[in-house]
């Protein structure tokens, strides 16, 4: 079946750090692909989406490309702040309105 | 904004106890879902309907039943609450129009059964 895999984390980096978070997946056909933010006591909100081979998705200073040649759709950030303090999930949607998760990376930011 | 609701944010009950958890959605969404969250494993959906009445199982139904009697309200049944379902539970809904690409989250219940 359709599956997400992401980084293990939890992830720790000093302001002003590069990001990056590993996102691979396993799906027949063309999935779309999303990352998804959980921040400290909130529900889970879209950050960024791509829905085929070769687009790249942005918000927020985050980028994710979609790559089919690696099954990946990483997420990365030039320059992270301690308000990016979340944790991301990786999702894809094959099916209409279905979505499967990554088990999600925990990311902590200092000043 | 999209508001999603669940109406507890915590909540604690004992082995064998019916659980009812509710989820009201305020824009009219047609596609409802409810998720648990577990470390490690991410979200797992156990339930989704794509409109009233509807109901569709999703990777987890064991265990659970749902209920959608209104477009709005979407709810998730433990029939007899066991320790293994202690989770976080998000509910989420999204628009058809939009092909359903954009979940809306509610903050979630975590549920503690004893």
């Known amino acids: 079946g359709d599956s997400v895999t992401q980084m293990e984390g939890p992830v720790t980096l000093s302001e002003e750090a590069f990001l990056t978070i590993n996102c691979t997946y396993t799906?027949?056909?063309?999935?779309?692909l999303f990352w998804y933010v959980q921040y400290p006591g909130e529900g889970l909100q879209l950050l960024l989406k791509?829905?085929?081979?070769?687009d790249k998705g942005s918000n927020k200073g985050f980028e994710a490309t979609y790559r089919k040649e690696t099954t990946s759709f990483h997420l990365e950030k030039g320059s992270v702040q301690v308000s990016d303090s979340a944790v991301y999930f990786c999702?894809?949607?094959?099916?209409?309105?279905?979505?499967?998760f990554g088990q999600g990376t925990i990311l902590t930011v200092h000043p | 904004d999209v508001k999603v609701t669940q109406s507890s944010r915590y909540l604690v009950k004992r082995t064998g106890e019916k659980v009812f958890l509710e989820c009201v959605q305020d824009?009219?969404?047609?596609?409802m879902f409810w998720y648990r969250q577990d470390p490690g494993l991410g979200l797992r959906l156990i339930y989704f309907s794509y409109d009233v009445k509807m109901k569709e199982k999703g990777d987890i139904p064991e265990g659970y039943s749902v209920s959608r009697e209104k477009k709005e309200r979407f709810s998730l049944i433990l029939e007899s609450a066991s320790t293994n379902q202690t989770s976080m539970y998000l509910c989420?809904?999204?628009?058809?129009?939009?092909?359903?690409?954009?979940?809306?989250f509610g903050s979630g219940t975590q549920l503690s059964v004893l």
């Open positions: 824009m009219d969404h047609e596609n």
């Open positions: 989420a809904s999204s628009l058809r129009a939009s092909g359903g690409e954009k979940l809306f």
């Open positions: 791509a829905t085929k081979a070769d």
């Open positions: 799906a027949t056909g063309y999935p779309s």
């Open positions: 999702a894809l949607m094959k099916s209409y309105g279905k979505l499967t």
